[in-house]
């Protein structure tokens, strides 16, 4: 079973910034949290991933709680190709953890 | 990051045959994943491919149903075997990068009749 329980489909004005959320209260103290998205028809695209602190890169920012029980994927300014399903997960390194994908956020912004 | 070829892109194919599916890496990677997304679902993993040792499968895939083959560190072939409509599905390789990422291919869109 995932690991972790995102909204099911989120919408988001163009231009704003898009804020997804992902609670992951059984995260073990040396699991990642990693953000992937999936455009339609195309393979899943890497985001970001932290273990505890906050992130950021050219593409988004990750808020991770104190209690790491929760984070919060940011997308600052979402464009109309931002339109996709956003995966969050947990795990460890590849080699004893593997990647267990949930269902998903689907994220619509609106023109 | 990983280029990542995947062909065929997509097929479709009759019951009872197999579809082998190649994966072609653009740099030398110690693990490859093949992945499998039925309709309007989630990517589920079929198994993990490493080179020179035999696949590891996940609950409910089996070898003689979905063989693996990893003859070297930048390519790796899946065969659906078999084929029902069931198996009708975007499969999917992916390779880990620096043990942090994963990186896929654009997958292969395979149709049952």
């Known amino acids: 079973d995932a690991k972790t329980t995102q909204p099911p489909s989120m919408d988001c004005a163009e231009g704003r910034a898009a804020n997804l959320p992902c609670n992951h209260s059984?995260?073990?103290?040396?699991?990642?949290v990693y953000w992937y998205r999936q455009i339609h028809s195309q393979g899943p695209q890497y985001i970001i991933h932290g273990l505890k602190n906050n992130e950021t890169n050219e593409m988004a920012s990750l808020i991770i709680t104190e209690d790491r029980k929760s984070s919060t994927l940011i997308l600052p300014h979402a464009t109309l190709r931002d339109t996709a399903v956003y995966y969050c997960?947990?795990?460890?390194?590849?080699?004893?953890?593997?990647?267990?994908f949930g269902t998903g956020t689907r994220l619509t912004i609106i023109p | 990051s990983a280029v990542i070829s995947q062909k065929p892109s997509r097929d479709i194919c009759q019951r009872g045959t197999s579809l082998t599916i190649q994966c072609q890496v653009d740099s030398q990677v110690t693990m490859m994943f093949w992945y499998r997304q039925q309709p309007g679902q989630s990517l589920t993993l079929i198994a993990t491919?490493?080179?020179?040792?035999?696949?590891?499968?996940e609950s409910g895939f089996v070898i003689d149903k979905f063989p693996i083959s990893r003859p070297n560190l930048t390519f790796s072939t899946l065969t659906v075997s078999n084929m029902s409509p069931e198996d009708s599905s975007i499969y999917l390789c992916?390779?880990?990068?620096?043990?942090?990422?994963?990186?896929f291919g654009s997958g292969t869109q395979l149709s049952v009749l």
């Open positions: 992916s390779v880990a990068l620096g043990y942090e990422k994963l990186f």
């Open positions: 059984t995260i073990s103290g040396n699991e990642y």
């Open positions: 997960i947990t795990g460890g390194w590849f080699g004893n953890e593997k990647l267990t």
């Open positions: 491919a490493n080179q020179g040792s035999e696949a590891t499968y």
